[in-house]
């Protein structure tokens, strides 16, 4: 029903900076939240930032600071900007989507993106 395409993932030097992109499109709804999760080599998926399409926003401790997520409604496109990035940082970002309830993010998990490569070198 939706399909997710990343894209922005390079390889960076600890320090630099990065924008991913994230465009949804085929959905017969209204996107309500986007959001980005991670998997680096080795670990879990884990969440790193979501936004509404209201601009409410939501980060992971790790992103805080760092990261800042955005969303172009009328493209349905959401934005990851990441800064001082770190080789932590490393790892395949997947864009999802999803909805806020009560200030949380809950993706839909049954419909993830191809994923982009973030690799942070020291």
């Known amino acids: 029903q939706v399909q997710l395409v990343e894209s922005g993932g390079e390889l960076v030097q600890a320090g630099g900076s990065l924008r991913l992109s994230c465009l949804a499109s085929?959905?017969?709804?209204?996107?309500?939240?986007m959001g980005w999760y991670r998997q680096a080599p080795g670990k879990q998926r884990e969440f790193v930032a979501a936004v509404s399409s209201g601009g409410n926003t939501n980060y992971a401790d790790s992103a805080k600071g760092r990261f800042t997520i955005s969303i172009d409604n009328a493209k349905n496109t959401i934005f990851l900007q990441m800064s001082s990035l770190k080789p932590e940082d490393t790892a395949v970002y997947y864009c999802n989507t999803g909805e806020f309830v009560s200030g949380s993010y809950y993706a839909d998990f049954g419909s993830w993106g191809q994923g982009t490569q973030v690799t942070v070198s020291s």
């Open positions: 085929g959905s017969s709804f209204s996107i309500n939240a």
